[in-house]
Nanobody, 115 residues
Framework: QVQLVESGGGLVQPGGSLRLSCAAS????????MGWYRQAPGNQRELVAVITSGGNMNYGDSVKGRFTISRDNAKNTVYLQMNSLKPEDTGVYSCKVDWIGRVAWGQGTLVTVSS
């Protein structure tokens, strides 16, 4: 059974940083594409960042230059380093795995950027 567990969310002031983690189990992690998505209240879920098994990365336009996605295949974990956070970055951040046609989502972790 595929399981994703996110952690690292919380309250941070504008301009601050957070690092999110997503630990995966039940998959061959090193061959999976991993992604982070977010959903703000009243908005649709949007892509934040994705990293393929080969290490290719893609980012949503609103986070380019501020967020960095990375993966540790030894720990079956994908990370999202978020710097220069803005109030509009507030939302529930969810981890997604795409592995041999199987897609699964984590439960999400709340990030609130506010002074």
């Amino acid at each position: 059974q595929v399981q994703l567990v996110e952690s690292g969310g919380g309250l941070v002031q504008p301009g601050g940083s957070l690092r999110l983690s997503c630990a995966a189990s039940g998959i061959a992690f090193r061959s999976a594409t991993m992604g982070w998505y977010r959903q703000a209240p009243g908005n649709q879920r949007e892509l934040v960042a994705v990293i393929t098994s080969g290490g290719n990365m893609n980012y949503g336009d609103s986070v380019k230059g501020r967020f960095t996605i990375s993966r540790d295949n030894a720990k079956n974990t994908v990370y999202l380093q978020m710097n220069s956070l803005k109030p509009e970055d507030t939302g529930v951040y969810s981890c997604k795995v795409d592995w041999i046609g199987r897609v699964a989502w984590g439960q999400g972790t709340l990030v609130t950027v506010s002074s």
